[in-house]
């Protein structure tokens, strides 16, 4: 492990495997994959470099996703300018375009989400438990301030995000179909504020 420093070291490239595994390469050398060494179960076994072999050594699970599907246990997704409030779906609605707002924490279906990874595009889906329906960018808007809703599952970059993990718990997260960050207009923290990228 070293501090955060954008070099490629820290870098790596992801390779679906057919039994829906990952084999994680350096961006360095792409030929060399994330290995256990000697392919050991022992608590403790350290990881390496090694040149690809296709051996279960190199073959990891995101299990983050998976345990979220099957464990139901979802999350909120809270601004770091103010963790008391929650991105919430205006009045839990369920009709394809309610609006997506902050509103302060609840412990209600409106502000719960599940978010599932999609190996085939690299990007999560993130559900409102309220009504079922992905986060979603309006008309698939690329300007600053298009807004966020729910809308039926249609399976477009509108309704695909990707996370940037800032520390341990906080992370930027984009719209797919744009490239701009989900966002609180005007940094706002008040019940109501809406979410836009």
């Given at each position: 492990?070293?501090?955060?420093?954008?070099?490629?070291?820290?870098?790596?490239?992801?390779?679906?495997?057919?039994?829906?595994?990952?084999?994680?390469?350096?961006?360095?050398?792409?030929?060399?994959?994330?290995?256990?060494?000697?392919?050991?179960?022992?608590?403790?076994?350290?990881?390496?470099l090694?040149?690809?072999?296709?051996?279960?050594?190199?073959?990891?699970?995101?299990?983050?996703?998976?345990?979220?599907?099957?464990?139901?246990?979802?999350y909120?997704?809270?601004?770091?300018?103010?963790?008391?409030?929650?991105?919430?779906?205006?009045?839990?609605?369920?009709?394809?375009?309610t609006?997506?707002?902050?509103?302060?924490?609840?412990?209600?279906?409106?502000?719960?989400?599940?978010?599932?990874?999609?190996?085939?595009?690299?990007?999560?889906?993130?559900?409102?438990l309220?009504?079922?329906?992905?986060?979603?960018?309006?008309?698939?808007?690329?300007?600053?301030?298009a807004?966020?809703?729910?809308?039926?599952?249609?399976?477009?970059?509108?309704?695909?995000?990707?996370?940037?993990?800032?520390?341990?718990?906080?992370?930027?997260?984009?719209?797919s179909?744009?490239?701009?960050?989900?966002?609180?207009?005007?940094?706002?923290?008040a019940?109501?504020?809406?979410?836009?990228?």
């Open positions: 492990m070293y501090t955060p420093n954008g070099t490629d070291a820290q870098r790596w490239l992801a390779e679906k495997n057919a039994d829906g595994s990952v084999t994680f390469h350096s961006k360095t050398d792409p030929a060399l994959c994330v290995d256990v060494t000697g392919a050991s179960r022992e608590p403790g076994t350290p990881l390496q090694y040149r690809k072999n296709g051996t279960v050594a190199q073959r990891f699970y995101i299990g983050h996703a998976q345990a979220i599907n099957e464990s139901k246990n979802p909120i997704l809270a601004p770091a300018n103010d963790p008391g409030q929650a991105l919430d779906v205006a009045g839990a609605g369920t009709a394809d375009g609006n997506v707002q902050l509103y302060e924490q609840n412990g209600t279906a409106a502000q719960l989400v599940d978010i599932t990874f999609d190996y085939s595009t690299g990007t999560y889906k993130i559900t409102s309220a009504s079922g329906k992905p986060l979603d960018v309006d008309g698939a808007k690329s300007h600053d301030g807004n966020v809703q729910v809308y039926h599952n249609n399976d477009t970059l509108a309704q695909r995000w990707s996370f940037e993990q800032l520390d341990y718990n906080r992370f930027r997260i984009y719209a179909c744009s490239g701009l960050a989900l966002d609180a207009a005007g940094a706002g923290t019940n109501g504020t809406n979410v836009q990228t």
